[in-house]
């Protein structure tokens, strides 16, 4: 039997993810230039926390998406289309790991601890090195920014599906289509 949608958790991480993401990098954005402050300090630990829950979201949604798989491409998505969506899918899951992990060995590099909800302090992940958290600042940002391209082509893909070939791909991640 051929499943023509993800499955409602599915639907419901992705869509969580997608939120903490975009609010993540946006906020990561804003704070980069504020003047230091504690009010500052109070965003960052914000912008941790939306990192670390994507890093726990992203362990889940690979584990679900490897018990329960994913629906299958549309038969007209062939070739070098089909191999771009498995490549993008990868790099997203490879992002959704790297940016956190990586804001994580930096914020341990430079001696802040990450307090996970003011409740948790995780264990750090690299001994205090300030050229490490130097470099480990570029590759975040660099990281960054090629999440933002990959998620720009994932919704470009989307909606060309929709709007081009209107084979329905979009429906599938859609929280308010129908079950077929």
Request: hydrophobic share 55%.
């Amino acid at each position: 039997m051929q499943i023509d949608r993800y499955s409602r958790p599915a639907i419901a991480m992705h869509w969580l993810v997608a939120l903490l993401i975009v609010g993540g990098f946006a906020l990561g954005l804003y704070v980069a230039d504020l003047p230091l402050s504690p009010a500052k300090f109070k965003l960052i630990a914000w912008h941790k926390w939306i990192g670390i829950t994507v890093l726990t979201l992203a362990v889940l949604r690979l584990v679900y998406r490897l018990v329960n798989g994913a629906p299958p491409l549309p038969e007209s998505t062939q070739g070098l289309m089909r191999a771009a969506a498995h490549a993008g899918h990868l790099a997203l899951y490879v992002l959704m790991f790297a940016i956190p992990l990586t804001g994580w060995a930096m914020s341990s590099a430079y001696g802040f601890p990450v307090v996970l909800f003011k409740l948790w302090q995780l264990p750090e992940l690299v001994g205090r090195d300030e050229a490490l958290g130097d470099l480990l600042k570029s590759v975040h940002q660099w990281l960054n920014w090629s999440m933002a391209a990959c998620v720009a082509g994932h919704v470009a893909a989307a909606f060309k599906h929709h709007f081009v070939d209107r084979d329905g791909l979009l429906w599938r991640m859609s929280p308010h289509a129908q079950r077929r």
